[in-house]
């Protein structure tokens, strides 16, 4: 059905099994995209002399595209269902796609449909769902999400707008009592329609805690909704298409109707009920509910890696640049240390396409069974981990892309520049990553609190000592040398400084909170550096385990050999980041440590030239490359054009696209 | 006579002892630049709706008033005298000031006046810095620098563009034989008037190597000069008001008088003298005559650096977040991961500062005594060492306080995005890092094999033996952890570790080339990792004991404690980011890598609240400065605006300007 046109079934018939299996399950949806995509003049590469009205007017054009489309529709009204099949799985590899054509535009499709749709759709009753998110669909308006205030970006649960009940007209009344009250950074403020408002219940005088809210914000024709006001952010770093602004309500009525009753419901007299006594735990469920949007982040980040690489590694393909006396120039991705810069964040991008759909597939598992969210305590620190570690990631990976580029990857029409830009405020949006290290610790520190019976002091003690064998088995005497370069070993070693950073954190915080009596966000905050070295060893060790696991279950021989080199890449070059605290900790000798470096420069080498057939099984068309050092022609640049390079065998896998 | 005005005397009165310090001996012809850039509408923040024309122009109108100030007049005129005292000194000091004013304005200043300019007066005779440079001081036209071709950036050695002499017309043939002989990036191209171009300089049929012509491009009313043509690079990631483009040369004739003739003049017969025979030898006089130019990226990067830290501290103080239950939420500086993400970088700058100003002096010093700068290679590996060190650590600390201020960092208003956009390039431009990196290192190695007597293997041998026992004096067993807190511990670390990879280093390149017979290119890639490491071990060293030498130096006690607190911070997270390396050495024991972490955390800790006056004694005007968020109130976002933090102590030194 999605395979309409014979020119996808020509794709499909020439793809490899390497890019089957880096597509997954989903290749069809995604071949369908990628079609819709490369054949839509919207999102040819477009000029960039336009101004910021021309750049957000072409970017609503494009969201309005995608959401015309009839997969795009069928998807949205999966969503208001109850008990989805994969839907997040499927949101991912639309967002990801999306992005890949238009950073803004994958963002714009974010507020709408995962953030607005997500709050109506998680939050909302059935009715409520019908009204508020399905005329999306049908491009009746668009929505917003109002959560941020200017005094409370990361900290949620304190946010300062009021929703005041108001039994004789039945309506509530939403203000902004304060400064730090205004809502601030909202996507599409300049032209959405309605808004998704995190507020303060109040109902004769008494809080009820945060709940949300639709309020209306301007109608069809630009007319603002009474006491609303808003303001222009204008210009940024990067997304020059996203409408950011700055929401201010001055005692703005809406109906009784309009708070999403999921969690919390007021009756016409003003009496109050949810499902979840607990302000505490009613605040947790609703934000548990939004955080399957927090993958998509995920997904973004790798949308703009996979490019950045693939325009970086065709290029130092391409490009000379030094040699051996009278003779050739050699390819740049000869030079040790191109190779160096590359390749490692080409093994993290594999990672973390793996690993991005391990926690889709867990979700969608949970989300289908009805479990809750907020309690898999394992699900929330990976999906935090996973945007903070993505996320930063990818902007290391695209600045390396960047400098391995020279010159040429400094100017727009190869296209990194603004990749870099866009997405440059992944790292603080949508949870600032260091807040989001903190919730993954947080995670596990209520996990292993849990497991050891709610007492912290026999916990620690006890897994003390049934670990002692365990931390004398894993411990570096027990090892020869010649075994650095075993997935065994690596998976050993990362999951050994997991449990370590886990049991001196939780020993120290115990320390200073149990015996010395420190108030506990001072405690906290004194191990901040242990609390955030600890989220990153536990998001290293995932990655590199479903890594792994995707290498054991691939099916042909030579994809499943290349990958595993990749996957040792992987694993060595995360030992050879933290190897200071494998040597202090003993974990590591001296040779061996040396042993590890030899080891990441040894791959990086071994694989250079696979990068090349590892990118074009990204799959992406050539209209959201658009690089010309990538071998895709502007005539606007000729200047920059640079043939594709052979890939090594001959069998150049040409996209359709 | 610098200080005209009362208020520039006001401010000077005002200026705190450490302000003063960190000017240096020139504070007056910088006060009196601040006071230039400060009342210049021109340099007003301006509007982010600029086309790109727009932003050419507006740049080249500030680049005309700079041009035209009486101060900047006489330095012009003092560039093209012999012998000038100080002159590197003060063009770092203009540099720096304009590029906080403006980055596009300081790089169009430095195409002009540091490349073109430093072309014509250091490889000119006196007739022709009469003629091609002195009229730029009356804004009778401007110039650019092409050396870079689209086959050679960073290999300057292999330009391909010809000059070939012809006896009859005496005159010389310009030519672009092919497209990677194409001039790329250049500077003020499509706007500049005459261009210094290096060319192979043929004479019957004979090569005599590159050489320096001067092309006319374009007369003042923008008439191509015949056979030259340009293509315009338009869009880049940043330095929009900066218009590069490609030159191209069909059979471009110009005088024979337009080859710059210190270092080769051909007679009106076509005989060719040089005073410097070997080709070689000759061209790397013309680059060693560029060197001064390189260090003008580092001042670049420092302004940006600067810039970026005054904006994320003062926020860092302003702005609060989380807290003690039931207290006010803390200001951001206090959380450990901020200010430990923050103070590595101030202390960087402050290094910086010391180490460029080391730098000034020893080339001023050089130049004034007619020394060769070419044959000084600790010099020489300074410079290039800087330019790499310096560019990169502002890339990591804007980044940092891009991060570290959250959305409102990625807020163009805010200023840190446009500082990271425009001085991103500057870590590939004017000879990538990656090659200056390599520089360094072969300035290093000649310098230590002619120390050795020009026997690498004896010497060696020798060096090995001769600092053997210094070598057991270093190690860890003579150390007891309770110093790892010392300078002289810090000192001896970064020295020690650039002895031993330097030596090891020659080591291994003697045996593969020596031994082994290895090509040599094939060799040195396969150490490049090790090359660029020994590299950044030799400037981390530089800088750190110029630091050291500025404290001392620092006449008040209370200046002089401050600044030992950051040196300090600065060496001992020097040793911190190398602590594997170190414990691979036995150098550190695992407890002293430990004591290094908690040392690192407590120094950023005690610096947090000093690190408001260092900003503030940077001493940049707040037209400079412009964003919101550090207490510039700017009427177009009033949004972002964030009232200034209030120094401890009470003493809060407000800069007039």
Redesign the interface.
Same mark, same amino acid.
């Given at each position: 059905m999605l395979l309409s046109s014979s020119s996808s079934m020509d794709q499909i018939q020439s793809a490899s099994s390497l890019l089957r299996y880096l597509d997954g399950e989903l290749w069809e949806i995604k071949d369908a995209l990628r079609e819709e995509i490369s054949k839509c003049e919207l999102f040819q590469s477009s000029s960039? =002399?336009l101004?910021?009205d021309q750049n957000r007017d072409l970017t609503a054009d494009r969201l309005h595209h995608i959401l015309r489309l009839p997969l795009m529709k069928g998807h949205l009204k999966d969503q208001v269902k109850e008990k989805q099949k994969g839907f997040i799985a499927k949101s991912l590899s639309i967002t990801e796609l999306i992005c890949s054509a238009d950073m803004a535009t994958g963002v714009k499709v974010g507020v709408v449909c995962a953030l607005y749709g997500g709050a109506v759709s998680n939050l909302g009753s059935s009715e409520q769902k019908e009204k508020w998110y399905l005329p999306v669909s049908e491009l009746e308006f668009t929505g917003m999400f109002a959560m941020?205030e200017r005094g $409370?970006?990361?900290?949620v649960r304190?946010i300062l707008t009021e929703a005041r009940y108001n039994p004789s007209t039945q309506e509530f009344i939403i203000h902004t009592p304060s400064k730090d009250a205004?809502k601030?950074?909202i996507g599409n403020a300049m032209k959405g329609n309605v808004a998704a408002v995190f507020a303060q219940l109040i109902i004769n005088g008494e809080s009820r805690g945060p709940h949300c809210f639709i309020v209306p914000i301007r109608d069809q024709n630009g007319v603002m909704w009474p006491g609303v006001s808003v303001?222009d952010?204008? /210009?940024? %770093?990067?997304l020059h298409g996203v409408d950011n602004g700055?929401l201010i309500f001055d005692h703005v009525r809406i109906p009784r109707e309009n708070l999403l009753s999921k969690f919390g419901f007021v009756a016409a007299d003003g009496r109050y009920s949810s499902p979840i006594p607990s302000k505490q735990s009613r605040f947790n469920a609703m934000l548990a509910a939004l955080t399957p949007t927090r993958l998509c982040l995920t997904v973004q980040a790798m949308a703009a890696m996979k490019l950045g690489l693939i325009i970086a590694v065709r290029y130092s393909h391409s490009r000379r640049?030094?040699? &051996?006396?009278d003779q050739d120039?050699?390819k740049i991705i %000869? /030079?040790?240390?191109?190779n160096?810069r590359l390749m490692p964040h080409l093994a993290a991008a594999l990672a973390l396409t793996f690993t991005t759909r391990y926690a889709a597939d867990l979700m969608d598992d949970a989300l289908y069974h009805g479990r809750d969210l907020q309690s898999n305590r394992s699900l929330q620190a990976l999906v935090a981990g996973l945007k903070a570690y993505s996320t930063w990631q990818n902007?290391a990976c695209l600045?390396d892309c960047? =400098?391995c580029t020279?010159?040429m *990857?400094? !100017?727009? %029409?190869n296209r990194i &520049?603004s990749l870099?830009?866009d997405s440059?405020?992944f790292?603080?949006?949508e949870g600032?990553? !260091?807040v989001m290290l903190q919730v993954v610790v947080r995670e596990l520190l209520t996990q292993y609190t849990k497991q050891m019976g709610n007492n912290l002091v026999m916990g620690l003690l006890r897994n003390w000592s049934s670990s002692a064998s365990d931390s004398l088995r894993t411990s570096f005497l027990s090892f020869t040398v010649d075994k650095v370069g075993d997935l065994t070993f690596l998976l050993k070693a990362v999951r050994y400084r997991e449990r370590v950073l886990q049991r001196s954190l939780a020993s120290r915080l115990h320390s200073k909170v149990e015996k010395n009596k420190e108030?506990?966000? !001072?405690a906290w905050? #004194?191990?901040? $550096?242990h609390v955030?070295t600890l989220a990153t060893a536990h998001i290293h060790r995932v990655t590199l385990e479903q890594f792994a696991l995707a290498v054991q279950e691939c099916p042909v021989g030579d994809d499943r050999a290349l990958l595993n080199k990749f996957c040792l890449l992987h694993g060595t070059s995360l030992v050879y980041q933290e190897? *200071?605290w494998y040597? %202090?900790?003993?974990y590591l000798t +001296?040779n061996a #440590?040396?042993q590890i470096?030899s080891q990441l420069?040894e791959f990086c080498r071994l694989v250079k030239d696979d990068a090349l057939k590892v990118v074009a099984d990204f799959n992406i068309p050539s209209c959201c490359i658009q690089a010309p050092i990538a071998g895709v022609a502007n005539p606007r +640049?000729e200047?920059a054009f640079y043939a594709q390079p052979q890939y090594p065998g001959g069998t150049q896998p040409q996209s359709k696209l």
């Open positions: 960039y =002399e101004t910021l941020t $409370h970006g990361s900290n304190g205004q601030m950074y303001i952010m204008k /210009h940024k %770093e990067g700055i640049q030094f040699g &051996p006396k120039e050699v %000869e /030079h040790q240390t191109q160096l902007l600045q960047r =400098e020279g010159g *990857g400094f !100017m727009m %029409e &520049p870099k830009c440059d405020v790292v603080t949006f600032d990553n !260091m108030e506990f966000f !001072m905050n #004194s191990c901040l $550096h955030t190897r *200071g040597l %202090e900790h003993n +001296a #440590s040396r470096r420069l +640049a200047w």
